[in-house]
C-alpha cells in the first residue's frame, strides 16, 4: 500500500515559481503512475499532470502546458510539480496521487490521495 504526503505549498506573488513534493511511503512507488490534480471550494477535482512509473511518458492539463513540469526520483520516492509564471487562477489545494498502470487523467481513476498543500497565488 502506497501512502502521500505533499509539500512545498505556500504563497507567492503572480509570475513567481513554487516546487511542491509528493514523497510516497512503500516499495512499489516505481510502478505507479503519479499525479498532480487541484481542487478549490465547491468544484471538481481538476487534472494538473501525470508522469507514469518510470517517469518517460508525461501528460499536462492545457491550461499549464509550458509552465509546469513534473518529474519524479523514484530512488527517493518523490515526485514533484515545478510550476513557474504562476497566475491567480493557479490558486487551489494541489493533491498528488497514485495509481498502478498506465497513466490517466481522470480523479476517479486514482486509488491513493496525499492530503493537499495550498497553493495562493496573488496579482
Known amino acids: 500500500q502506497v501512502q502521500l504526503v505533499e509539500s512545498g505549498g505556500g504563497m507567492v506573488q503572480a509570475g513567481g515559481s513554487l516546487r511542491l513534493s509528493c514523497v510516497a511511503s512503500?516499495?512499489?512507488?516505481?510502478?505507479?503512475?503519479m499525479a498532480w490534480f487541484r481542487q478549490s471550494p465547491g468544484k471538481e477535482r481538476e487534472f494538473v499532470a501525470a508522469i507514469s512509473g518510470s517517469g518517460g511518458i508525461t501528460q499536462y492539463a492545457d491550461s499549464v502546458k509550458g509552465r509546469f513540469t513534473i518529474s519524479r526520483i523514484n530512488a527517493k520516492n518523490t515526485v514533484y510539480l515545478l510550476m513557474n509564471n504562476l497566475k491567480p487562477e493557479d490558486t487551489d489545494v494541489y493533491y498528488c496521487?497514485?495509481?498502478?498502470?498506465?497513466?490517466?487523467?481522470?480523479?476517479?481513476?486514482?486509488?491513493?490521495w496525499g492530503q493537499g498543500t495550498q497553493v495562493t497565488v496573488s496579482s
Open positions: 496521487a497514485a495509481r498502478f498502470g498506465v497513466i490517466i487523467t481522470t480523479a476517479a481513476g486514482f486509488g491513493v
Open positions: 512503500g516499495r512499489t512507488f516505481s510502478s505507479a503512475a
